[in-house]
């Protein structure tokens, strides 16, 4: 048993563990605060669903599982394409963000100070999209050191752990789309 | 795939810090402040937060001799506030988490045949930015008064309820240093706890099965998950107050709409199972010396464990019993009175596996063991106090009140401190070589005894006759002056307790008995290498064949395993 690749499980499960906890706290504060803004403008005014991004996020998921296969299979051309192709679908997600967040700074005028809505809202899907930099930083690594050959088969199990987190950050993803988008409108 | 050759650049940083090492007190530091070693790192932790327990010791002297008469005017009302604030604060954050961790990294490698922890550099960043958040909290005294003008160090209280925390009502940057203090520890925990976790699932030796494992590293492995849980919580709290003091967001802001009653959910949520997160390892230390000083195997090893993780899972869901006079309703109130007086439950049965371990026993009362048997009867009243306030209506009676303080330093003082020195004198000869002096550790365990019972017994009267807590004064026609006077005495026997305790330490390191490598004739696996142990911990991975890996070794012709 290769034990310091299993560490490195245990650590990442560890971690998302915990990064599980800290989101689940700004969720039950958003539901929370549902329809409690003393002003508005209320979610359903203001937003609009982000499917685009979404869609991009979540195959996104697919293409880093390729990514981790194809590297494991000793493939590092592959690798490398899957995630190039990763890193292009998360920065298409970070785009559709900022759009939309410019759209309700700039056009709509709701801000973090705005109502309780501002309040949760920006925190929430602030700190989902600090997590998909992060995971980005961390795929752009991999990507760069593939583009250099200095990424081997023998680091699959590394790109394996970066996989899970963007697998979590997908997750949730799906639960804030949940929550914000679908039932908060 | 061939193993390409070593470039020879990599071996020259390795010779640059060998060649550039000045000896003496500088190399020493700079051996210190770069280890990685988690024997170094988990002394560090545990000197660290004895330094807060003296720092932590003297808020509290302070704040007991204002109150050890009526209407004495020593201490002010905001400087008290400030007082009760850093003592809660310090104790929780910088003497309960690095002693209790502290202990977790020097123990558990060893104690479960491992070389270190699981990842020894996330290792140093959590203790060293422990130690910072430390210090941050205590440069409020300079920056939160020299940057605006408005309080020093904060007021708020270790819990700082809403609103009192917002812009409008702490205004300067005094509470914002307790947040990011807070904040900033918090982080290295919860590094710690991944570090601990994949350590002790993937690093076992060789035999070492989860049910051989040692009973305290079952307790290290409960309270690192609870910590996952529970403690980013807090973080999001904090940085949603973070949040609202700077950029005017309205989480707690009750003129928006916020809610104060949230804050309280997200603190106790992370609150209440941090207290059994510093006391279940407590319960570790004992599980651990009690057999040994008794010459038995533990009795019910795993009811003992199963009823470490039961507390843990049951501790998750006891917190608003810290929110009854809220006003949450009949259901809520019903539902946390009923966990709570559950986890007296899995409690009990320990008490019983420890009465158990000693009944029969060849006991040897030595000072682990002297400090073991107090813990027992002290940490039995915190329990019954812990069941009477988990009664909503009886709680209404008393919340806020000297009974709930006299109830939680009775867990936290007569339990978990009491817990610490019976694990400091029995692992001291481990990590130094040398042993503490008996006689003194006598001394020290009789004035800490009187001097705690003098001050907590007592508190829990004013507390019954109606004294609110966190009041700097009180009149004089309440009948509460005798007994303050009285809970008062009982503080300097306790500084004198710890003031010999330090010299015994000091003394020792250098004149004490050598220790050798077993001294107390224990059975588990850090007992199996030199006093204090190598860099490498092991120079083979010891066999584990049971729960008692020493004993097997010692007597082949008898091992435990068959009766396992």
């Known amino acids: 048993m290769n034990s310091a690749a299993s560490r490195g499980r245990a650590g990442v499960i560890g971690f998302i563990v915990a990064e599980a906890s800290l989101f689940g706290v700004f969720v039950v504060a958003y539901l929370f605060y549902l329809g409690k803004s003393v002003t508005g403008p209320t979610p359903r005014e203001v937003l609009d669903l982000p499917i685009v991004g979404t869609l991009c996020l979540l195959s996104s998921s697919v293409t880093v599982a390729l990514a981790a296969r194809a590297l494991a299979a000793a493939r590092v051309t592959r690798a490398g394409f899957w995630l190039f192709v990763t890193v292009v679908l998360g920065l298409a997600f970070l785009g559709s963000t900022a759009r939309e967040w410019r759209r309700l700074i700039v056009d709509r005028g709701l801000t973090i100070g705005t109502n309780l809505f501002g309040t949760t809202f920006y925190p929430l899907v602030g700190l989902h999209a600090s997590h998909v930099i992060l995971g980005l930083i961390m795929l752009g690594l991999c990507l760069a050191l593939?583009?250099?050959?200095?990424?081997?088969?023998i680091h699959a199990e590394r790109v394996e752990l970066v996989s899970w987190y963007w697998h979590f950050v997908d997750g949730v993803w799906v639960v804030v789309f949940t929550v914000v988008y679908v039932i908060g409108r | 795939m061939a193993t390409a050759p070593v470039p020879a650049p990599l071996s020259t940083p390795h010779d640059i810090i060998e060649a550039s090492s000045p000896s003496g007190l500088a190399a020493t530091l700079h051996d210190w402040v770069v280890t990685v070693d988690h024997k170094r790192l988990g002394i560090m932790y545990v000197v660290t937060g004895l330094v807060f327990l003296v720092i932590g010791g003297v808020e509290a002297f302070l704040m007991r001799l204002?109150?050890?008469q009526s209407g004495l005017t020593l201490v002010p009302?905001?400087?008290f506030n400030r007082l009760f604030t850093l003592h809660g604060t310090t104790m929780v954050f910088l003497v309960g988490i690095p002693i209790v961790f502290g202990f977790a990294n020097y123990l558990v490698p060893l104690m479960i045949g491992a070389r270190d922890l699981a990842f020894p550099r996330l290792n140093a960043f959590g203790f060293w930015i422990l130690l910072f958040g430390g210090v941050l909290l205590y440069w409020s005294f300079v920056g939160g008064d020299g940057l605006y003008g408005a309080?020093?160090?904060?007021?708020?209280?270790?819990?700082?309820?809403?609103?009192?925390?917002?812009?409008a009502f702490t205004p300067g940057n005094a509470t914002d240093y307790w947040n990011l203090s807070v904040l900033v520890t918090g982080f290295g925990t919860i590094a710690t706890a991944i570090n601990l976790i994949a350590t002790i699932a993937t690093m076992r030796a060789p035999g070492m099965t989860l049910g051989r494992m040692p009973v305290y590293v079952w307790t290290v492995l409960t309270v690192s998950a609870m910590t996952l849980i529970i403690l980013p919580p807090l973080s999001a709290a904090q940085i949603m107050l973070l949040l609202d003091r700077f950029l005017g967001a309205h989480y707690f802001d009750t003129q928006a709409g916020g809610s104060a009653i949230i804050w309280q959910h997200f603190f106790w949520f992370f609150g209440h199972p941090e207290v059994y997160i510093l006391m279940v390892p407590g319960f570790g230390f004992v599980s651990e010396i009690i057999p040994v000083f008794s010459r038995k195997v533990i009795f019910g090893y795993v009811t003992l464990v199963a009823a470490t993780v039961s507390i843990g899972a049951v501790a998750?869901?006891?917190?608003?019993?810290?929110?009854?006079?809220?006003?949450?309703?009949?259901?809520?109130n019903s539902f946390f009175a009923a966990s709570t007086m559950l986890v007296a439950v899995p409690t009990g049965v320990k008490i019983f596996n420890w009465l158990g371990t000693l009944y029969g026993g060849k006991l040897r009362f030595r000072t682990p063991l002297l400090f073991c048997c107090a813990f027992l009867f002290q940490f039995l009243c915190a329990g019954l106090t812990g069941v009477m306030l988990a009664v909503a209506p009886f709680d209404w009676q008393l919340t806020d009140s000297y009974f709930v303080v006299a109830h939680f330093h009775f867990v936290l003082f007569g339990a978990l401190i009491f817990t610490i020195f019976a694990a400091l004198y029995y692992w001291f000869p481990k990590a130094t070589g040398r042993m503490l002096s008996e006689r003194v550790g006598r001394w020290v365990f009789w004035?800490?005894?009187?001097?705690?019972n003098v001050t907590f017994v007592t508190m829990h009267f004013p507390g019954v006759l109606g004294m609110p807590r966190r009041i700097y004064t009180y009149p004089a026609d309440r009948g509460w002056d005798l007994l303050n006077l009285v809970t008062t005495l009982g503080v300097p026997l306790q500084a004198l307790a710890v003031l010999i305790f330090v010299i015994n330490v000091v003394y020792s390191l250098r004149h004490g008995a050598p220790a050798?490598?077993?001294p107390w004739e224990a059975w588990t696996l850090e007992w199996a290498t030199t006093s204090p142990p190598p860099a490498y911990n092991f120079a083979t991975v010891p066999p584990v064949t049971s729960r008692r890996p020493l004993w097997d070794a010692q007597h082949p012709d008898d091992p435990d395993w068959p009766h396992e």
Request: charged residues 10%; glycine residues 14%; hydrophobic residues 50%.
């Open chain 1, 146 to 153: 593939a583009c250099s050959g200095a990424l081997k088969a």
């Open chain 2, 66 to 68: 204002q109150l050890a």
């Open chain 2, 77 to 79: 009302a905001e400087t």
């Open chain 2, 151 to 167: 309080g020093s160090a904060p007021a708020v209280g270790w819990f700082a309820y809403a609103p009192l925390t917002e812009r």
């Open chain 2, 316 to 332: 998750m869901s006891t917190w608003a019993h810290h929110m009854f006079t809220v006003g949450m309703g009949g259901t809520l």
């Open chain 2, 447 to 452: 004035l800490l005894v009187v001097g705690f």
């Open chain 2, 516 to 518: 050798g490598d077993n």
